[in-house]
């Protein structure tokens, strides 16, 4: 069956160090997006890719970095200059317009020890 | 820029009572989606409406669209211990969705 798998499902970060959460989708969608979620709250966009070697910034970007050098690969990085990376991080990539709505991986849960 | 609406925070229901969730837009919405998250998981897309005065249903959920394409409401009859979870409204903007608060159905003891 066709999916977003993301990995790890937890991930234990020490301060000041960069980090990588991926993100593969086997589903041919073009369009893909990296969420935050904190506890008991909403999304908020951290970036997005509308096609292979393009992204934009999301209304969270600062301490964030992102590639899109494959269609089926959307990986993140956490870096150092985030200064609260703890939190729920979430993949998702766009379904048909057709279909309609967005199909979300199930999550890495990013703690800074 | 676009907000999405969306109340309440949350929703204390006795099991069999029924639930709504409603978001709103001060702007016309081009579409709008409705996900649930359980405790813990992730968002899964339940249904997108797209015309004015849409209306779906999905067995026990009724999802209606204004029909000035503002406003949106999701009802669930009869609540079932499956129900819990956050159920979150978002439209299509620009590339992005724009997202609703979510609404929390807490089933009481």
């Known amino acids: 069956d066709g999916g977003i798998t993301q990995s790890p499902k937890y991930l234990f970060r020490k301060e000041g160090q960069n980090v990588t959460l991926s993100c593969e989708q086997n589903l041919n969608h073009d369009a893909m997006y990296w969420y935050r979620q904190d506890p008991g709250q909403g999304l908020r966009l951290i970036y997005y890719?509308?096609?292979?070697?393009?992204?934009q910034k999301g209304d969270i970007a600062e301490g964030y970095s992102v590639s899109r050098e494959k269609k089926e690969s959307f990986p993140l990085t956490v870096t150092s200059a985030q200064k609260n990376p703890t939190a729920f991080y979430l993949c998702?990539?766009?379904?048909?317009?057709?279909?309609?709505?967005?199909?979300f991986g199930s999550g890495t849960r990013l703690t800074v020890v | 820029g676009q907000q999405v609406m969306q109340i309440p925070q949350y929703q204390h229901v006795q099991e069999g009572e029924d639930f709504t969730t409603y978001c709103n837009s001060s702007?016309?919405?081009?579409?709008i989606q409705w996900y649930k998250q359980r405790p813990g998981g992730h968002p899964v897309f339940l249904i997108q409406l797209v015309k004015s005065g849409e209306v779906k249903k999905q067995k026990r959920l009724t999802f209606q669209f204004g029909e000035a394409k503002k406003n949106s409401s999701l009802h669930i009859t009869a609540t079932q211990t499956t129900d819990v979870g956050t159920y979150f409204c978002a439209a299509d903007s620009n590339y992005q969705l724009i997202w609703g608060a979510g609404t929390k159905l807490i089933i009481k003891p």
């Open positions: 702007t016309t919405l081009s579409n």
């Open positions: 998702a990539s766009k379904r048909p317009v057709k279909s309609g709505g967005y199909t």
């Open positions: 890719s509308q096609i292979v070697n393009d992204f």
